[in-house]
Nanobody, 118 residues
Framework: QVRLVESGGGLVEAGGSLRLSCAAS????????MSWYRQAPGQQRELVAT??????????NYTDAAKGRFTISRDRRKNTLYLQMNNLTPEDTARYYC?????????WGQGTQVTVSS
């Protein structure tokens, strides 16, 4: 059974940093295509960053909002996906989710809340 558990969110001042974690079970993180999404109140869930499976080169891609500030990565030993977020702004305030697709089914964690104060 696939399970994703996010952590690492919190309240931070503008300009600060956070590192989100997504601990996975039931899958092997480093061979999966995985993504981070976020959803702000009243907004649709939006993509933040994606990391390709190692079979497909393991490259990372970011939306314009995340490019240059966020870094997606994974730890093989810990079977965990990360999102390092630097230079945060109030516009980054949202609930952040990790997700992957296994045999045509999407799996999501419960999310972790990030709040950036101005």
């Amino acid at each position: 059974q696939v399970r994703l558990v996010e952590s690492g969110g919190g309240l931070v001042e503008a300009g600060g940093s956070l590192r989100l974690s997504c601990a996975a079970s039931g899958i092997v993180v480093h061979v999966m295509r995985m993504s981070w999404y976020r959803q702000a109140p009243g907004q649709q869930r939006e993509l933040v960053a994606t990391i390709a499976s190692t079979n497909n080169g393991g490259s990372s891609n970011y939306t314009d909002a995340a490019k240059g500030r966020f870094t997606i990565s994974r730890d093989r030993r810990k079977n965990t996906l990360y999102l390092q977020m630097n230079n945060l702004t109030p516009e980054d305030t949202a609930r952040y989710y990790c997700t992957t697709n296994v045999r045509l089914r999407d799996y999501w964690g419960q999310g972790t809340q990030v709040t950036v104060s101005s």
